[in-house]
């Protein structure tokens, strides 16, 4: 898997945009990059994933640079509920997921 | 449609003991992996099947920890003789091989205490 580097941790006020950045420069042109979270106490939970172009859903929005050599994950409104630890994962193919240490977000009122 | 499953939720055993870690992933879905957290690291991965075969199980810390996949269904994580250092959360994740895709479906993990 492509290393990947994240803060220890952000703060975001709740109703804000989270924004979460990710590098990874040695991704390789066929590799995606995952967002996983994880709640405190649950099992991880699949964000959004994507290869070169921008993506959304429910969730969160997914901004890759044209270089591909970071990412950032944006909650647009984040609640107190978005708190929790952040993954951003290249895995190698229909490999495992190899967890870091994430990024501690931490939603206020 | 149901999750992925796993059960228990917490088991508390002595040292020397065998536990067994029980996992139903999602219906259909080929792949299950193991994964646990031990207390203050990260999620580190223990092995992959994929139907009933293991596919990956370079994670397996050592020969104390059996697993299995018979019919390729649910899945069971045996640990014998459990020690000290095996006390963690060990969750069990599920998917589906799909052009491009890696989106793994977790359960709510095992907790495993050993005294």
């Known amino acids: 898997d492509a290393k990947t580097t994240q803060p220890p941790s952000m703060d975001c006020a709740e109703g804000r945009a989270a924004n979460l950045p990710c590098n990874h420069s040695t991704i390789s042109g066929n590799e995606y990059v995952y967002w996983y979270r994880q709640i405190h106490s649950q099992g991880p939970q699949y964000i959004i994933h994507?290869?070169?172009n921008n993506e959304t859903n429910e969730m969160a929005s997914l901004i890759i640079t044209e270089d591909r050599k970071s990412s950032t994950l944006i909650l647009p409104h984040a609640t107190l509920r978005d708190t929790a630890v952040y993954y951003c994962?290249?895995?190698?193919?229909?490999?495992?997921?190899?967890f870091g240490k994430g990024t501690m977000l931490l939603v206020s009122p | 449609e149901a999750g992925v499953t796993q059960f228990p939720s917490h088991s508390v055993i002595e040292k020397g003991q065998t536990v067994t870690l029980r996992c139903d992933p999602i219906s259909g879905h080929d792949n299950l992996y193991w994964y646990r957290r031990v207390m203050g690291k990260e999620i580190k991965f223990l092995l992959h099947?994929?139907?009933?075969?293991?596919?990956?199980e370079s994670g397996m810390p050592n020969n104390r920890f059996l697993a299995e996949r018979t019919g390729g269904t649910y899945s069971t994580l045996k640990v014998q003789p459990a020690e000290l250092e095996d006390s963690g959360v060990y969750f069990c994740?599920?998917?589906?091989?799909?052009?491009?895709?890696?989106?793994?479906?977790f359960g709510p993990g095992t907790r495993l205490t050993v005294l």
């Open positions: 994740a599920s998917s589906q091989r799909e052009a491009g895709g890696n989106e793994q479906f």
């Open positions: 994507g290869l070169k």
């Open positions: 099947f994929v139907k009933e075969s293991k596919q990956d």
């Open positions: 994962i290249v895995p190698s193919g229909y490999s495992t997921l190899t």
